[in-house]
């Protein structure tokens, strides 16, 4: 944060702090200090160029207190306190939203172009579970980044080798408001963490930055692109029945013929389908170290207008492209007319009998929203109630019954963390260096329908006569970022 914009918050702090007839949410005196975290935008013709995005935490998980007294909390979600807040104007008037000047304090840390993030923090006699969420601004600070990924891909570098069972290293998009639904009741918006939604429709204290008096569930389209841990991986789309961020209520927020959103999704987990020996340490995405995911989001006739149509995972270590296993022993998958590819389509999603998501719009429902714009998040979590076996446990993964559970994971290895890093997006091979895997996998990575990055070349960035690699690319940016920060 540039100190003129520093000094512009705390003025405008201190006015809402003195100031009796303000009707709007206050933002407390404490500075929102956001981590700098350069990302790539990139294209074929002029290969990737650094942003200076940067990261907020959610607005749930700030401190949130009285006017009066900071001591007492305005969000006691899911109950509201009814005191502080009978109404959305005089709940403006009562809170006070405060910034967050040390994000490791909730177990976030970046340097250079690599977030991590961590389950615990040690608070001098216990460990305690932090479960950063946070999500990317644009370079202005004040708004989210918006991804349209429609006929593009989104690449990033991962570590979770020290993740294991019970875990969730999570990156993904949400169709949220890119203000953070900024309004006159709620002038912190984006740059304080406000706007989340997601398919679940989660009935949260706050929404939007307003109380959420009516018990209503916070709704919107989302793409999971990566829940993982070193054991088991899902890739799942999730649609809802209307564009942008809405509200729920009733049984329209559950699981139900009335339900607006696609709960359960579309999911690839290549565990759940059979492929045991794909994904995991050691395996032919050995997890145990570092790699580079690629998800390309493919339509129709190979356009930003066209018809979501595919959704293609690749994976790249030790200088090779390794396309997601199309490997199954599931005979709906297996029967696929045209055969199984290893990728997310609709006629994947009817052979596993995904009917909400297909009910509420299916592949191209999905692929407006990636149109529209997303806003990327990154998250890591576990699970006291089902300890994460719908990821990594029963047929999804090699874990036990009680691996997850998050008691016996603080006991074991309370410094669980992920890495995400070198994040980037843009045309379809633009964002990695198909070719440097040499012949035998060029051919491997056309067979996976890399739309002509091999054979053309793609997957080299160019520039105004000087021809680099993404990776060099990607390290000048690093070091860009470096001395800038």
């Known amino acids: 944060m540039t100190p003129s914009i520093r000094l512009l918050r705390l003025l405008l702090a201190l ?10 949410q206050q933002i407390g005196p404490i500075p929102e200090d956001h981590p700098k975290l350069p990302t790539q935008l990139c294209t074929l013709a002029g290969g990737c160029k650094t942003q200076q995005t940067s990261l907020v935490t959610d607005a749930l998980s700030r401190p949130f207190h009285s006017t009066n007294d900071p001591s007492i909390s305005c969000n006691t979600t899911p109950l509201l306190n009814a005191t502080l807040c009978p109404d959305a104007e005089t709940c403006a008037t009562s809170c006070v939203l405060e910034g967050v000047d040390d994000y490791s304090r909730i177990g976030v840390t970046v340097r250079d172009s690599a977030l991590t993030l961590h389950q615990y923090r040690f608070d001098g006699a216990a460990y305690q579970s932090v479960s950063p969420r946070v999500y990317l601004l644009a370079e202005d600070g004040e708004n989210y980044e918006g991804l349209r990924l429609l006929n593009q891909e989104l690449t990033f570098d991962v570590d979770l080798s020290g993740l294991g069972c019970g875990m969730n290293g999570a990156l993904y998009l949400s169709e949220m408001d890119l203000s953070g639904a900024r309004s006159a009741l709620n002038p912190a918006g984006a740059a304080y963490g406000t706007g989340y939604c997601d398919a679940q429709c989660f009935r949260v204290g706050w929404i939007n930055g307003l109380p959420n008096l009516n018990n209503s569930g916070s709704c919107c389209n989302e793409m999971d692109i990566w829940e993982a841990n070193s054991q088991a991986t899902v890739l799942t789309p999730h649609v809802c029945s209307q564009s942008g961020s809405f509200l729920c209520a009733g049984d329209e927020c559950e699981r139900t013929p009335a339900g607006v959103c696609d709960k359960n999704g579309c ?4 565990y759940n389908l059979g492929a045991h020996k794909f994904y995991g340490p050691g395996l032919a995405v050995d997890t145990s170290r570092p790699f580079t995911v690629v998800t390309q989001f493919l339509t129709s006739d190979n356009s930003s207008t066209g018809t979501f149509s595919e959704m293609r995972r690749l994976y790249l270590q030790d200088g090779k492209v390794i396309p997601s296993t199309a490997e199954t022993t599931n005979t709906a998958v297996s029967g696929i007319e045209g055969g199984y590819e290893g990728a997310v389509t609709q006629d994947y999603c009817t052979a596993r009998n995904t009917a909400d998501f297909l009910r509420l719009g299916g592949m191209p429902g999905m692929g407006e929203s990636l ?61 990695f260096d198909a070719t440097a895997a040499g012949d035998d996998s060029q051919e491997v990575v056309a067979a996976g329908k890399v739309v002509a990055a091999a054979e053309s070349g793609a997957g080299v960035a160019r520039g105004s006569g000087v021809e680099l690699t993404t990776a060099t690319v990607v390290g000048l940016a690093v070091l860009l970022g470096a001395f800038l920060s």
Do not use: Y
């Open 15 to 24: 006015h809402a702090t003195t100031t009796t007839t303000t009707t709007a």
């Open 267 to 270: 999911g690839l987990n290549t």
């Open 371 to 431: 149109a529209r714009g997303m806003v990327l998040i990154f998250s890591i979590w576990n699970s006291p109630g089902d300890f994460m076996s719908w990821l990594d446990g029963e047929n999804n993964g090699p874990c036990n019954a009680t691996a997850g559970d998050p008691k016996q994971i603080v006991q074991q290895t309370p410094n669980v963390s992920v890495t995400f890093s070198n994040i980037r997006w843009g045309d379809i091979g633009s964002t």
